[in-house]
Structure formats: structure tokens, C-alpha cells
């Protein structure tokens, strides 16, 4: 069986490595990020009856924002780190595919604008990891799905670590691309396995 | 025209009800009747009124995924033909019968007797089979002859009606490198562009009787994802050009050129294409031109960079629409930004400053935005911008243009630009 994986012996970090935040309050959010992710998700997807009304988006920027400053990078490492790699029974933290020095977050870019941006750079385990793709895609699934639709959420492979890895992000950079994807059972039902070690 | 005393404003107007609720692709205004059709992800079109700003109907039962772009059949009497292309690697042909006021009659029925009646409005009359994955883009050209397909497999194909519900594969058309974003016919002839994720715009026409690559723009450097053509006798430039020799001179050579193209990609640029005119390739000498093996006559055309629109977008750009009624330009994208440009002559004092600087520029001719909005549809992104003309109680004139936004939060929304004085 194992022949048959790209990395048959992948190095595995020690769990207790694994970067974490320290200081108890945080730690507890970080536990059960989805109960604080879906309050915000819901209330940024919920249908507004007058999308023109000043008061209220003016209201409802001002509620996001707040929501906006508590998320980090070690935020969006603890939703990401546990998603299993599609051939080991392993996390993608503990395989070092996703690492936290590699995740980067941009504020919005003006004081009108509220998209703020995700970038996470993500390392294959071999250069010729023929699941680079998938990963990324389950890492851009587990994003788009836990955070509020505000983020833009990048998925590259990181420089150097993957033999075609400008044309995987460029395909994880489409979102065309990506929607066409996840339409496909078959992936879908990859992906579903790979975020199942999420919640 | 002067751009100090007449800034526009883009205003929200409406947003058409009920929202999709899931992300919706694209709208295609209707060529002649008050009436947008929208394409989403949800595997139907819905079809909304511009004087009610509600939906009509909504097409389904075609397509077994997203349904990605649609386009209205020009020139059809008494009925309406819509072309749907899916991420199903199909490509579905709708008609309706346009009775004389159905459309009226259509909005004053009540909700209950529309939904009896829905599912027979719309028929579902051919579905077109070949390509091997999903399809991007379908495009009718201007005398409703052909429709262009392209699709992932990295092809186009050009389909010609033969008689109803009979359509013919006349090309594929096998250019691109990559998945295939775009295809649109130029606005008077029998010449369709295509661009996508090899980064490039590919134009080709009929020669003798075999469709061919006449022409390749390659300076994008990311995905290009669309496209749209110049309308033929642009009047922001023929109104405003005045007196000025040299205006004239580069309003007869534009002439000679015919509608330009507009391309917007990820690489955050929309760029113009203008064609070299021929100057008659018959009048050179012979022995000037590169004799051609198999081609009869060189059909080759030369497009080059006319002009780099003002960059605003922070992330990829997904639409461009110029405009048949003004020739302003809109474009949006990921970043969610709606921006307005507008072509103006160069005052002959700018024209100066740059004869000072350096070498005088090619053009006389330069591109400013004239409005912007952020946020469009709220923090989502947006997918889709054309133009329209307003059909609502609230339009200020009979010929009023209007922009047509379509999001990822299911939202199809009317802009209308405010002319200040």
C-alpha cells in the first residue's frame, strides 16, 4: 500500500510542537473555533432587506470590524493545521504542509474597503506531490468555509517546495477553476474526508 | 467635455428580487425586450423585468451543473432564443414565444398563475454536445448566424443554425493552451476573440471555408477573462472631437480600424486592441509580403496596445462591458470595486507636458475614471457588469444607460450614472 504514496515516510512533527497560543482565554477560543466562525459567517451571508440602507450597513460594517481584529494568523492555523493529507492519517500541521510563519494576513486596503486577505503559502511534502492540488483545495474549502465571506483567501504553493507549483497556484487561484472542482462528487467527496478531522 | 465641472456618480437603484441567494455568474440583458437573464450557480437562469425589478421566471430542468453564461439570441421576431452554457460541458438553446405585450400581461399576473405557467414558458429545445468539460462562455455573433462555445478542454467551437433547432459544428477551434475563460464576436463582422489562462486573446475569422487564428495578443500576463468589443461609431470620441487637425486625423485612422477591444485579466490590467487597418495588403508590392504556402489570401490581422486603462482593481478583474450608448467603460472583479472610464481628447495644454518630457505620445487620447464604488455588493465579489437602457418609471430619459452588477452573494443590482453640473 504504501508504495503506492508520493512520500511514503513523510516526516512527522511531534504534536507538542506543533505552534500554539499560549495564554488560557485564547486557547479555549482556538478549541472551538467553528461556534465563533459561525456567528460571523451567518450574519455576513444573511439576506439584507434594503442592502442600500446607510444605517444599517454602516452598523453592520462597524460589528464586522471588531469581528475582523480578532482573527490571526495563529487563528487560521488552528483551522487548518488538523485537516487530514489525503493519503497519510495525518494532520496537515504535523506534516508541516502548513506552517504558521506562512500564513499572512492584509487589513483592508483603504478605509472604504473591508475585503481583507489571507495568504497561506503551503510546502508538499515532496516536490513531485502529485496531491498538491487537493491539499490546497482543502485548504481553501476549510477557509472559505470558516471564515466570513469577507476574507480573500490565497492558496500558493510555497516557493521552491513543488516542481510545478506556480501552475497548482495558479489553479488554486481560480476561482472558476475551484467551483468547477467542487462540483465533482468524486473530489468533493476527498475533500469532505480530508476537513472531517476539522470538527 | 469637460471632466471638472461633470463628475458622475455611480447611484444605486435596485436590486432585483428575490436575490439568488447563491452565487450568481453572470446577466445578459435581453437586445430588445425590458428584461435581463442571469445565470447561476444554482443550475438556472432566472429571468428578471427591468420595470419591476422582480423575477419573471426562472428556467431549470436543463443543465445538471452551474449554468455558467448565457446570451440572447439578436434578431429574433416574435420569440425569444437564450443560449446556455454549463459546467455540465453542455450548451442548452431556450425559446419562448414573445406574444405582442406578453410581457406586460407577464407582470400583472399574480405570483400563483405565474408559477402554474412557468415551467411551460421556457422550452428547452436543443442541447449541444462535444465538448469534454465545462464550458465557460457562449457568445451569438452580430447577425445571430453563429454561436461560440468555449469550455476547460481548451477549444471553441462555432456552431451555425442550419434551420430550427438544427445546429451544425462549422469549427473547433483548438488555439489555446489552457482552459478558455471568454469568447465574444466583433460587433460587425464575422470576427470572434477568445481569451482565457494561457494569458492570451486569439481572433479568428472564415477564410474561404475553414475558420482560422488570424491574430494572437499576448501581453497579458495573467488569465484573461474578458472581453468586450467597441461600439461601431463610438460617440464619446466622434461628439467631443472638435476643430483640432490632429483629433480628426486620429478619429479617420480609428475609423479605419473599426471597434476596438477591450480585455480585463488577473494581472490587473484591462488594456484597448485596436486593429492595424489593412491599408490593403493588395496595394504593397508582391514581393514585399511574405508569400503565404497554403493560404489564399492573407488574412492575417495585426492588433496592437492602443491604451492601458488607469489601474484600480487590487485583485483580479472579471468583467469589463463597454458601452453601446456612451462608450464609457465599466469593469469589476474579486476586489468588489465597480469603476467607470471614460475616453477623452487630450487638451492640447497636457499634450505639450508630455511633448516636453520625452517623445509625443502615439494617441491624442487619453483614458480617466469617471466613477467608482467599492464595495458593490457588500464584501463579496463580483462577477459580472454590462450595460443597459433603463426601462423603470424612474429613468430620466428615454435612451438613460445603466449598469447591470451580478455577485457572488446572488445579487443582481441596477446602477445609474449621475451626470452632476
Not at chain 1, 502529485?130 to 465571506?149: D, K
Request: proline fraction near 5%; include cysteine; aromatic fraction near 6%.
Amino acid at each position: 500500500m504504501d508504495d503506492n504514496k508520493d512520500n511514503a515516510n513523510p516526516v512527522i512533527l511531534n504534536a507538542s510542537d506543533l505552534p500554539t497560543r499560549h495564554g488560557e482565554s485564547l486557547l479555549k477560543k482556538a478549541d472551538d473555533p467553528i461556534g465563533i466562525y459561525l456567528g460571523g459567517l451567518l450574519s455576513a451571508t444573511q439576506p439584507i432587506d434594503d442592502p442600500f440602507d446607510e444605517a444599517l450597513s454602516a452598523s453592520e460594517s462597524e460589528s464586522d470590524r471588531d469581528f475582523d481584529e480578532e482573527i490571526d494568523a495563529q487563528e487560521i492555523y488552528d483551522l487548518i493545521a488538523p485537516i487530514s493529507d489525503p493519503e497519510h492519517p495525518l494532520s496537515l500541521g504535523s506534516l508541516a504542509v502548513v506552517n504558521l510563519p506562512d500564513i499572512h494576513i492584509s487589513r483592508p486596503s483603504s478605509a472604504r474597503s473591508r475585503i481583507s486577505t489571507v495568504v497561506i503559502d503551503i510546502t508538499p511534502t515532496i516536490t513531485h506531490c502529485s496531491l498538491a492540488t487537493v491539499i490546497g483545495l482543502g485548504v481553501r474549502v476549510r477557509l472559505e468555509q470558516a471564515l466570513p465571506p469577507r476574507f480573500r483567501i490565497d492558496v500558493r504553493i510555497k516557493e521552491g517546495t513543488h516542481s510545478t507549483g506556480d501552475a497548482v497556484t495558479k489553479q488554486l487561484g481560480d476561482k472558476e477553476r475551484v467551483a468547477a472542482a467542487l462540483e465533482n462528487n468524486t473530489l468533493r467527496g476527498v475533500i469532505r474526508r480530508m476537513l472531517s478531522t476539522c470538527e | 467635455m469637460n471632466s471638472d465641472s461633470e463628475v458622475p456618480t455611480l447611484e444605486p437603484i435596485a436590486s432585483f428580487q428575490p436575490s439568488l441567494n447563491t452565487r450568481a455568474w453572470m446577466t445578459a440583458p435581453h437586445p430588445k425586450l425590458p428584461i435581463l437573464a442571469t445565470a447561476s450557480a444554482d443550475k438556472t437562469v432566472k429571468i428578471f423585468s427591468l420595470t419591476t425589478f422582480r423575477q419573471l421566471s426562472s428556467i431549470t430542468g436543463g443543465h445538471k451543473r452551474s449554468i455558467r453564461s448565457c446570451a440572447w439570441k439578436p434578431g429574433t421576431r416574435n420569440e425569444s432564443v437564450l443560449a446556455t452554457g454549463s459546467f455540465d460541458a453542455s450548451a442548452g438553446i431556450w425559446r419562448h414565444d414573445d406574444h405582442p405585450g406578453s410581457n406586460e400581461a407577464h407582470n400583472e399576473e399574480s405570483k400563483n398563475d405565474r408559477s402554474e405557467d412557468e415551467d411551460d414558458d421556457w422550452r428547452f429545445a436543443v442541447i449541444l454536445d462535444g465538448h469534454e468539460s465545462e464550458i465557460k462562455s457562449v457568445a451569438w455573433s452580430a447577425g445571430g448566424q453563429f454561436l461560440a462555445t468555449c469550455s476547460r478542454d481548451k477549444s471553441v467551437w462555432i456552431w451555425e443554425e442550419m434551420e430550427d433547432d438544427n445546429f451544425e459544428t462549422v469549427a473547433v477551434l483548438q488555439e489555446h493552451d489552457g482552459d478558455i475563460k471568454y469568447v465574444r464576436w466583433h460587433p460587425e463582422e464575422d470576427l470572434l476573440a477568445s481569451a482565457g489562462y494561457d494569458d492570451t486573446i486569439r481572433l479568428y475569422r472564415e477564410d474561404v471555408d475553414d475558420w482560422i487564428c488570424v491574430s494572437t495578443i499576448d501581453a497579458h500576463q495573467a488569465t484573461v477573462w474578458s472581453l468586450d468589443f467597441e461600439p461601431p461609431k463610438n460617440p464619446s470620441l466622434i461628439d467631443s472631437v472638435g476643430p483640432d487637425a490632429a483629433r480628426q486625423k486620429d478619429l479617420q485612422e480609428l475609423e479605419k480600424s473599426g471597434p476596438r477591444l477591450a480585455s480585463c485579466s488577473d494581472d490587473l490590467t484591462i488594456r484597448i486592441w485596436r486593429r492595424t487597418p489593412k491599408g490593403g495588403a493588395e496595394d504593397k508590392p508582391l514581393r514585399d509580403r511574405i508569400p503565404s504556402i497554403i493560404r489564399t489570401n492573407n488574412v492575417d490581422e495585426e492588433w496592437l496596445e492602443d491604451a492601458c486603462l488607469p489601474k484600480r482593481h487590487e485583485r483580479a478583474i472579471y468583467s469589463v462591458a463597454w458601452s453601446p450608448k456612451s462608450g464609457l467603460i465599466a469593469s469589476t472583479g474579486s476586489d468588489g470595486k465597480i469603476v467607470v472610464y471614460q475616453e477623452f481628447w487630450r487638451d492640447s495644454h497636457d499634450q505639450d507636458e508630455v511633448r516636453s518630457e520625452g517623445p509625443p505620445t502615439e494617441t491624442s487620447r487619453e483614458w480617466k475614471v469617471v466613477a467608482e464604488v467599492e464595495n458593490a455588493h457588500d464584501i463579496f465579489e463580483v462577477n459580472h457588469v454590462c450595460w443597459t437602457v433603463r426601462a423603470d418609471r424612474g429613468r430620466s430619459n428615454e435612451g438613460e444607460e445603466v449598469l447591470i452588477s451580478t455577485g457572488d452573494d446572488g445579487e443582481v443590482k441596477m446602477w445609474s450614472i449621475q451626470r452632476g453640473t
